[in-house]
């Protein structure tokens, strides 16, 4: 994979366990993580878990188990893509060519320069969410799909429209994985939304303030 991705044009770094990928982590930034669920030493899920405490470079998570449940712990553990093997290196590319497109991408331009969430203030422009003066840590993809919601307030949108508005190729199921995660940041009660809401039969709506 790392020789099929760099004849494609990418810079690859290669590591063989856990132990080696953060030390590689501590010497240099990256831009996306293409991670074993199966590496030795820690399981790919627990290492995403550790790492998203500190760090929001995407992850794509690499499985050999493509159960519904293994999909939805991938994602719950932060990662932004799941693939399951048997794969097409090209398949792989096409992942990775759309998820450093999303992180690449600009954010539209929105009415307000600060959007209210109950206690929270996100600055669109700055890409930047605050609780007080202390700002909230967001994956890349969390961080995605609130500009997406932020430059819409008050608009339903469905499942499709969220997935091609962070640029194709996220599943239903995986918007609803992350749209979980980005409620247990923003709501006093994430089971009982208040500012992102599901419109039943219709998709999500953010209710700023």
């Given at each position: 994979?790392?020789?099929?991705?760099?004849?494609?044009?990418?810079?690859?770094?290669?590591?063989?366990?856990?132990?080696?990928?953060?030390a590689a982590l501590d010497g240099m930034a990256f831009d996306l993580i293409v991670l074993d669920v199966?590496?030795?030493?820690?399981?790919?899920?627990?290492?995403?878990?550790?790492?998203?405490?500190?760090?929001?470079?995407?992850?794509?998570?690499?499985?050999?188990?493509?159960?519904?449940?293994?999909?939805?712990?991938?994602?719950?553990?932060?990662?932004?893509?799941?693939?399951?093997?048997?794969?097409?290196?090209?398949?792989?590319?096409?992942?990775?060519?759309?998820?450093?497109r999303r992180t690449a991408a600009q954010p539209p331009a929105t009415?307000?320069?600060?959007?209210?969430?109950?206690?929270?203030?996100?600055?669109?422009?700055?890409?930047?969410?605050?609780?007080?003066?202390?700002?909230?840590?967001?994956?890349?993809?969390?961080?995605?799909?609130?500009?997406?919601?932020?430059?819409?307030?008050?608009?339903?949108?469905?499942?499709?429209?969220?997935?091609?508005?962070?640029?194709?190729?996220?599943?239903?199921?995986?918007?609803?994985?992350?749209?979980?995660?980005?409620?247990?940041?923003?709501?006093?009660?994430?089971?009982?939304?208040?500012?992102?809401?599901?419109?039943?039969?219709?998709?999500?709506?953010?209710?700023?303030?």
């Open positions: 994979l790392g020789r099929y991705l760099r004849d494609n044009g990418y810079h690859v770094s290669s590591a063989s366990s856990a132990a080696e990928a953060r199966m590496m030795p030493g820690e399981s790919g899920i627990d290492f995403t878990r550790g790492l998203r405490r500190s760090a929001t470079v995407p992850i794509l998570l690499l499985t050999a188990m493509g159960e519904p449940e293994d999909r939805i712990a991938g994602l719950e553990s932060g990662a932004d893509d799941y693939l399951t093997k048997p794969f097409e290196p090209r398949e792989l590319l096409l992942r990775v060519e759309t998820i450093l009415p307000s320069t600060c959007i209210r969430i109950g206690e929270f203030r996100y600055f669109p422009a700055r890409d930047e969410l605050l609780r007080g003066d202390e700002p909230v840590r967001l994956t890349t993809a969390e961080a995605d799909l609130l500009r997406v919601f932020a430059a819409s307030p008050g608009e339903t949108l469905s499942r499709h429209v969220l997935g091609e508005r962070l640029g194709g190729g996220t599943s239903r199921r995986a918007i609803d994985v992350q749209i979980a995660r980005l409620r247990r940041k923003i709501e006093p009660e994430p089971q009982n939304p208040r500012y992102l809401q599901t419109v039943w039969g219709r998709g999500y709506v953010l209710r700023a303030e």
